[in-house]
């Protein structure tokens, strides 16, 4: 009846909240409306190589050609089969999980999909899972997935002086009860880049043993940290194989493979025993089908070819040395230019930093200063993507930012 229609129906929308956007897509947002040629985007978590730009990995482009002929069709619910099968290979090969048929998985939408699958399936499967532990801080999605799910969404204290909080952390998780699963960031934590130390992952996987907590794995950065996926997934492999753990994987290529918009993930779950894994295995799939029903092929392909093929692993492999070391070394550029400035404060932290973000420790007033005076973007805890910097842009930032903390006087880093 469109406008003649005389109704009294109240919209269902009546009570809608209006929401906040994402801080960090917001960040991109703002970043793409200014014209200013010195701006940098430090906001989003994506790659960009020595002259600013995306990078499409030589072995991305190798792969491509291998794929040119592949088809649009359909995947199976659960993925495209040799994906999974070269995902688990890496992360797990060497593990009596592997070995023994223990592991169950399905490609995921990226990293944020292998989370929604895996809290779906602790659902699903009638495990007595109701809290989960996520770290303060942490990355957006987790708190927004899980709470969603119905799940009770709880905290870890994680970031004290500009380190991990490794005594907090620990006192709140010798608390958690065994109705409970932990999510843990297998490297390169985002947002503070500061990970366990070997010896506190063992003390970590030694309460969450003893204590009967269900440990998931958010996986997002394996190989992109170091350089090298065997490093990346020590922690993981300690839990599930030195430890004999069951556990969620929940993986990523998007920054390890600069496959960010193609979606491409897995989640796993390491289980006790062979008939245990295929029943996850069937829940894992029904989850798939109620949700997005069958996971993107483009990306999957690309990925199989990569990971399937000898020479392209290869190129793989080399890609991920460069992407980390040019972060690595830009960290080392922005400290040593942060120390030839003499700016007022402490900026070890930025070194010491694990993958592709650091917590510079700036307020909220001088990160919006930052971007309202110099241009600069980065999320308002301060968390900068390192990616973003470059021998182009690194000396204008260090100089703006040692402005900024001199100018907002009296607020410097703490030590
Ligand atoms: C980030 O943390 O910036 C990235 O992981 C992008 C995202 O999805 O938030």
Not at 145 to 159: A, D, K, M, N, W
Not at 236 to 263: N, V
Not at 279 to 298: D, H, K
Request: charged content about 20%; glycine content about 8%.
């Amino acid at each position: 009846m469109g406008s003649l229609g005389h109704t009294s129906k109240i919209s269902a929308f009546q009570e809608t909240p209006l929401l906040l956007s994402d801080g960090i897509f917001d960040v991109t947002r703002r970043y793409n409306a200014d014209t200013n040629p010195n701006k940098a985007n430090l906001g989003q978590g994506s790659y960009r190589h020595d002259n600013g730009e995306t990078w499409i990995l030589p072995s991305v482009r190798m792969a491509k050609e291998a794929i040119a002929d592949c088809d649009h069709e359909y995947l199976a619910v659960a993925g495209l089969k040799s994906l999974r099968d070269e995902v688990e290979k890496l992360v797990l090969g060497n593990t009596a999980a592997f070995k023994e048929g223990r592991v169950a998985s399905v490609q995921s939408l990226s990293g944020s999909g292998a989370l929604m699958l895996a809290g779906l399936t602790l659902k699903t499967s009638n495990t007595n899972i109701k809290t989960i532990y996520i770290t303060d801080p942490t990355w957006p999605p987790h708190d927004l997935i899980f709470r969603s799910q119905g799940f009770e969404v709880r905290t870890l204290p994680y970031y004290k002086d500009h380190s991990f909080d490794f005594e907090a952390y620990m006192d709140v998780l010798k608390q958690a009860e065994s109705t409970s699963a932990v999510v843990l960031h297998a490297c390169a934590h985002n947002p503070t880049g500061c990970d366990p130390t070997r010896d506190q992952w063992r003390q970590i996987a030694s309460v969450i043993r003893e204590r009967g907590i269900f440990p998931i794995f958010d996986a997002a950065y394996l190989g992109f940290n170091t350089g090298s996926v065997d490093e990346d997934a020590w922690a993981i492999r300690y839990f599930i194989d030195d430890l004999g753990l069951e556990a969620g994987l929940c993986l990523s290529f998007a920054k390890s493979m600069g496959l960010y918009g193609e979606r491409v993930g897995l989640v796993a779950f390491v289980t006790q025993t062979p008939d245990t894994a295929r029943a996850v295995f069937t829940v894992l799939e029904v989850a798939q089908r109620g949700t997005v029903s069958t996971p993107p092929a483009y990306g999957a392909h690309i990925a199989n070819a990569i990971l399937g093929t000898r020479t392209i692993a290869e190129q793989w492999e080399r890609d991920l040395i460069t992407m980390s070391s040019r972060i690595r070394g830009m960290k080392q550029k922005l400290y040593d230019e942060l120390v030839r400035l003499q700016t007022p404060g402490d900026w070890s932290h930025i070194v010491k930093a694990t993958g592709m973000f650091a917590y510079l420790g700036l307020t909220l007033a001088q990160v919006e200063y930052l971007e309202a005076k110099h241009h600069i973007y980065m999320a308002k805890t301060s968390r900068i993507s390192v990616a973003g910097l470059n021998d182009s842009n690194i000396g204008y930032f260090a100089r703006v930012l040692d402005q900024t903390v001199r100018e907002t006087s009296g607020i410097v880093p703490a030590n």
